[in-house]
């Protein structure tokens, strides 16, 4: 069946520090890919996609790349802030019956300190 | 403003006492879901409705009922709510098609079940 994995968390980390969070799935055919991210008391919001192999997603200084030869998509940021602070769900959705369906990880929950 | 608006926001309630957590979307979006979300486990999905009338189960429905009499409105019920239904749980609309369309989130609502 169709799944997602996502490191462990928490993780954390000191302001300006390299983030990854590691994302690998298991699917049949070719599903987009998604990151979500969840501010404290807030709902989820996409923070970037790929909706085929070799594209890569961006935003906010937030990258991942589809790799379908390691079926990955792992997060990462160059320099993280304190305000990055939040949990991140990696994602993958699969149109199945006539209805996009979103698949999502365990979630990982970042903490970024001054 | 295009937004997911859920309520109530918090609730605290007793096993056994029925309760409706509305859900309604402004964005004329054909597709509605509801999710629970549980530490270690991500977002699981309850029902999903396609259409006006047209609802579906999801991953773990048991204990849930939901209706879809309007397009904006997907409520979801809870007849005999348990301490096991205890969660967050999420309400999120998209438009229809197999297209590269955007999955948005209500703001949650928090559910302790004494």
């Known amino acids: 069946g169709n799944s997602v994995t996502q490191m462990e968390g928490p993780v954390t980390l000191s302001e300006e520090a390299f983030l990854t969070i590691n994302c690998t799935y298991t699917?049949?055919?070719?599903?987009?890919l998604f990151w979500y991210v969840q501010y404290p008391g807030e709902g989820l919001q996409l923070l970037l996609k790929?909706?085929?192999?070799?594209d890569k997603g961006s935003n906010k200084g937030f990258e991942a790349t589809y790799r379908k030869e390691t079926t990955s998509f792992h997060l990462e940021k160059g320099s993280v802030q304190v305000s990055d602070s939040a949990v991140y769900f990696c994602a993958l959705r699969k149109f199945s019956g006539g209805y996009n369906k979103l698949i999502f990880g365990a979630g990982t929950r970042l903490a970024v300190h001054p | 403003e295009a937004q997911v608006t859920q309520n109530p926001r918090y609730l605290i309630t007793v096993t056994g006492k029925k309760l409706t957590v509305t859900c309604s979307q402004n964005m004329n979006h054909e597709y509605m879901s509801w999710y629970r979300q549980d530490p270690g486990l991500g977002l699981r999905q309850i029902y999903y409705s396609m259409n006006v009338e047209v609802t579906d189960k999801g991953d773990v429905p048991e204990g849930y009922k939901v209706s879809r009499k309007e397009k904006r409105n997907f409520p979801l019920i809870l007849e005999s709510p348990s301490p096991n239904q205890t969660s967050l749980y999420f309400c999120?609309?998209?438009?229809?098609?197999?297209?590269?369309?955007?999955?948005?989130f209500g703001p949650g609502t928090r559910l302790t079940v004494l």
């Open positions: 699917a049949t055919g070719y599903p987009s």
């Open positions: 790929a909706t085929k192999a070799d």
């Open positions: 999120a609309s998209t438009r229809a098609g197999q297209g590269r369309n955007e999955q948005f």
